[in-house]
């Protein structure tokens, strides 16, 4: 009999026991998921986080490229500038050349041959006097 009585008391102590149990695992399962949910968040985030490097990247090795690519051509261009000018330069030594001795020129070069005549007479002239100088 002193058992019966007991088990009201008993009972109590299973119910309040049970709560609290209760409320332990509901908390902690409630912590789970927030950390499930962050480690998501974080998650998400890291993989955007990668796509947004992998893209950046891509575009910066996409321009670099183009900017080799590009001065690659102007270096390729500028050759072909520089052979172009030693080519007329060649091309006007020979006229000047053909002028010189007596031969036929297109009259569009005459007046430039002239000019070349009176500069080197300029320089010829120059040089002698910086000779009469170093004489003294």
């Known amino acids: 009999m002193n058992f019966m009585k007991k088990i009201p008391k008993i009972s109590k102590k299973l119910d309040k026991s049970a709560k609290k149990t209760f409320a332990t695992v509901k908390d902690k399962s409630e912590e789970i998921i927030k950390d499930a949910e962050i480690k998501e968040k974080v998650t998400t985030l ?3 986080v990668g796509d947004f490097a992998g893209k950046t990247y891509d575009a910066a ?5 183009d900017i080799i690519e590009g001065t690659k051509l102007k270096i390729t261009i500028n050759d072909n500038v520089v052979e172009i000018d030693n080519i007329h330069q060649k091309m006007g030594v020979a006229v000047y ?6 031969e036929k020129i297109d009259p569009a070069f005459l007046k430039e041959c002239k000019k070349i005549d009176k500069m080197n007479k300029q320089i010829a002239k120059g040089e002698t006097k910086i000779q009469d100088l170093k004489n003294k």
């Open 46 to 48: 890291s993989k955007n």
């Open 61 to 65: 090795k996409d321009k670099s490229s």
């Open 97 to 102: 050349e053909k002028y010189k001795r007596g």
